[in-house]
């Protein structure tokens, strides 16, 4: 079971980016999804989640209105698309698999991780 999230890169603050998130070795559509992140220096926080159908998503006040959480189940993968980002965006950010299928703000609800990919924003 492997969660591979890529996307990430360098751009520049108000810029936009799409993270996609692909999930090998079963599939995850009976279950909520996550994207946390964490700055250097940082707790790893949490950004958005999705349920697993897809109706309810969760966002962090910081990224809420910016950024959007969406799956596709048949291709096993989820998306976060990052518009007008900021250079307090820079992060590594995760993908994840939550235990149920519902929505969770909280990291001890997801099971399965990716390794992270890199975001930075510059001024």
């Known amino acids: 079971v492997q969660l591979q999230a890529c996307g990430g890169g360098l751009v520049q603050a108000g810029g936009s980016l799409r993270l996609s998130c692909a999930a090998s070795?079963?599939?995850?559509?009976?279950?909520?999804m996550g994207w946390f992140r964490q700055a250097p220096g940082k707790e790893r926080e949490f950004v958005s989640a999705i349920s697993w159908g897809g109706g309810i998503t969760y966002y962090a006040d910081s990224v809420k209105g910016r950024f959007t959480i969406s799956r596709d189940n048949a291709k096993n993968m989820v998306y976060l698309h990052m518009n007008s980002l900021k250079p307090e965006d820079t992060a590594v950010y995760y993908c994840?698999?939550?235990?149920?299928?519902?929505?969770?703000?909280?990291?001890?609800?997801?099971?399965?991780w990716g390794q992270g990919t890199l975001v930075t924003v510059s001024s």
């Open positions: 070795g079963r599939t995850f559509s009976s279950n909520g």
């Open positions: 994840a698999a939550a235990s149920t299928g519902r929505v969770s703000i909280q990291s001890y609800d997801y099971v399965y």
